[in-house]
């Protein structure tokens, strides 16, 4: 009994672990000159998931049943050069250490995006869009547990 106790603490760490980094790296960045930045709590997607399904007029694409499954999101936009490569770096340390694994990349001239995930199982529980051209890096990290399948129903669509 104890050592399922100790094991579902440790799995529950493991998970609340990576949006306590991403809290410390927001924390960090946001508020500096040359950075904007965007966070969306728990509690504004617990009360999303109340909200009817969430459509694109234009196109046939339902993003309520993968909005649901968000439990944060950071967004960071870093002009200012030198802010832009520590935060390049910090996350490419966190990158070589085998914690996201590639899902996509896209150069165009010095214009470099990345999509990384972690995932457990068949479950994403982190997301994290990196775009970056030298002297400016973007990142928009989501937390949540998102089913593949849900994943798979927005590409397909």
């Given at each position: 009994m104890k050592r399922a106790i100790m094991i579902l603490l440790a799995?529950?760490?493991?998970?609340?672990?990576a949006a306590q980094d991403w809290n410390s790296i927001y924390n960090r960045y946001s508020g500096k000159e040359g950075v904007s930045s965007v966070y969306i709590s728990p509690a504004m997607f617990r009360l999303m998931k109340s909200l009817p399904d969430v459509e694109i007029e234009?196109?046939?694409v339902d993003l309520g049943g993968i909005i649901r499954t968000f439990t944060g999101m950071y967004i960071l936009d870093i002009e200012d050069g030198k802010a832009a490569a520590e935060l390049?770096?910090?996350?490419q340390h966190a990158i070589k250490?085998?914690?996201?694994?590639?899902?996509?990349?896209a150069?165009?001239?010095?214009?470099?995006?990345?999509?990384?995930?972690?995932?457990?199982?068949d479950t994403v529980t982190d997301f994290l869009?990196?775009?970056?051209?030298?002297s400016e890096t973007s990142v928009i990290a989501i937390t949540g547990e998102i089913p593949?399948?849900?994943l798979q129903k927005l590409i397909s669509e």
């Open positions: 799995a529950t760490l493991a998970f609340t672990a234009s196109e046939d390049e770096a910090e996350l250490a085998g914690r996201y694994e590639l899902l996509m990349e150069a165009d001239e010095s214009e470099t995006m990345r999509i990384y995930t972690i995932s457990k199982g869009m990196l775009a970056y051209d030298g593949f399948s849900e």
